[in-house]
């Protein structure tokens, strides 16, 4: 058993079972890095207090400093026995200073250690997921650029609607992905990594000392230039609301990529065959020698459930808790780690899958012979000989469900029939109306179409 920071008051030593099921060192060993910092800042601001002596934080704080670089050369392995990474922490501290070591946890408590933690690496990896989101985007702007003058199949209720650019397709999930990347800058925007909460009711530090040992700490850091110390020391410790939040911007994050994996799965079927997958992201069938499985957008979409219930776990601990920490809150952790985790790979995997893309333009130029999605463009041409679009609408209905009873397509109808369905339709508008280039460059409305990404 490791030492633990509290102890003083009990005389039974814990039960072992109880231990292990309230240790969190499992997990929150991946916020060592940022508890170093805290316990540095807080530090250097006990020495301008005069809690300690400069020499007493000059020991310290080299300390943490080797305690760090193991960390940042990937060497530091947690002590499983530890109940927390706090502990873990202070454990080595007293290792390599000794008894000094207490001195640091002066007016200091795992309560704020604990958010200001969280909220560090939620904003670290906001601008991480924010990277791969921009990697993705310019996935999608490569397959787009690669089929940029090809026409494809626009689809409502999934039932054939009217034709449009591939490109314009690839685009629009760019355009869907830019939006969570101003969802994830609103989102650091808002997030402060306070610091000085102590358990819950503020500590005898001054504030000014906190923000001279916050500026000299991080000089040149972009996080680190958003920790202040505290406002509200009640509501910092009690506050997971931005986790809640990230969870929820991750979930956006997941539908998006979710629909996407749907949609790349329904037009890759040898019904549709619009799409040929990427090989080496695809996985066969044990016993179906022929079988190619998109298993790794299933596996996306598949995550969603996950990712989902990852933020609603969160939502649920919260809900009713009592003003301020409760050790129910230990459990925010490991939704938040792992639906940071899964959409990074995701996010990461997808950039290359989406570039190893084939579209199968013969198999769409056969789907284009489809005459019912022209049907609306021959209703617009009519507005534009004066017809009132719900005439002109009525008139392409009629059109249309005489050509399916009597099995005769609109390009073989005779001008005297046309003429019966409206008296200046002819065979020549049919030609110069129903086909794809027409449908496409018919469309004046479209707008840029590549969304900014380095907003
Ligand atoms: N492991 C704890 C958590 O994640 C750290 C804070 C513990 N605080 C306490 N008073 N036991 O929430």
Same mark, same amino acid.
């Given at each position: ?16 079972? *109880? ?5 969190? #060192? ?7 890095? #940022?508890?170093? !910092? ?16 400069? !020499? ?36 080595? $501290? ?9 001195? %640091? ?10 958010? !200001? ?11 991480? =997921? ?6 993705? =985007? ?14 494809? =199949?626009?689809?409502?209720?999934? &039932? ?7 490109? @314009?397709? %690839? #685009? ?18 808002? %997030? ?12 005898? $530090? ?8 916050? @500026? ?18 009640? @509501?910092? %410790?009690?506050?997971? @609301? ?10 956006? =994050? ?5 629909? *996407? ?19 080496? !992201? ?28 990852? &933020? ?90 005489? +050509? ?22 002819? &065979? ?11 449908? #496409?460059? +018919?469309?004046? +409305? ?10």
């Amino acid at each position: 058993m490791s030492k633990k920071l509290w102890g003083g008051r009990f005389k039974k030593k814990i039960d072992a079972d *109880f231990e292990n099921f309230s240790k969190s #060192i499992q997990y929150d060993y991946k916020l060592a890095r #940022i508890d170093v !910092f805290h316990s540095i800042i807080h530090t250097m601001a006990l020495n301008g207090s005069k809690l300690i002596t400069k !020499f007493e934080a000059k020991k310290i704080s080299e300390a943490l400093n080797s305690i760090l670089s193991e960390i940042d050369a990937g060497k530091f392995k947690p002590d499983m026995e530890s109940e927390d990474i706090h502990t873990d922490i202070h454990n080595r $501290l007293e290792k390599k200073i000794g008894k000094l070591a207490a001195k %640091v946890h002066t007016f200091r408590s795992r309560n704020d250690q604990i958010v !200001f933690n969280e909220k560090f690496y939620c904003l670290e990896e906001s601008l991480n =997921i924010k990277e791969a989101i921009s990697n993705l =985007i310019e996935a999608f702007i490569f397959l787009m650029k690669k089929y940029d003058k090809e026409p494809f =199949i626009g689809y409502t209720h999934t &039932q054939r609607a009217q034709v449009i650019l591939f490109s @314009d397709y %690839v #685009i629009a999930f760019g355009h869907m992905m830019a939006r969570d990347l101003k969802r994830l800058n609103r989102f650091y925007d808002s %997030v402060v990594p306070y610091i000085g909460a102590g358990a819950l009711a503020g500590t005898a $530090l001054h504030k000014k000392e906190y923000f001279k040992a916050i @500026d000299s700490f991080f000089t040149n850091e972009k996080i680190g230039g958003k920790v202040s110390p505290v406002e509200n020391s009640l @509501d910092n %410790v009690s506050d997971r @609301d931005f986790i809640i939040e990230f969870l929820g911007i991750i979930s956006i =994050i997941q539908m998006h990529l979710s629909r *996407f994996s749907e949609d790349i799965i329904l037009y890759s079927t040898q019904e549709f065959d619009y799409l040929d997958l990427p090989e080496e !992201f695809c996985t066969g069938s044990s016993l179906m020698p022929h079988k190619k499985n998109p298993d790794f957008l299933e596996l996306v979409r598949g995550y969603t459930g996950k990712i989902y219930a990852n &933020q609603l776990s969160l939502m649920t601990t919260m809900k009713g808790l009592p003003m301020s920490y409760n050790r129910d809150m230990q459990l925010d952790k490991e939704p938040l780690f792992s639906s940071v985790e899964i959409i990074k790979d995701e996010l990461k995997i997808m950039n290359k899958f989406v570039r190893g893309i084939t579209l199968n333009c013969e198999v769409v130029k056969k789907a284009l012979l489809d005459e019912r999605l022209y049907a609306t463009e021959l209703a617009e041409f009519l507005v534009f000989r004066g017809v009132a679009f719900k005439d002109a609408h009525d008139i392409v209905g009629r059109i249309i469900r005489y +050509s399916q009873d009597k099995v005769i397509p609109i390009k073989k109808m005779p001008d005297e029939l046309l003429k019966s369905f409206n008296n200046k339709l002819t &065979q020549a508008d049919i030609k110069k109306i129903m086909n794809a280039a027409y449908a #496409i460059s +018919s469309k004046k +409305s479209v707008n840029k179409k590549v969304p900014k990404i380095n907003a």
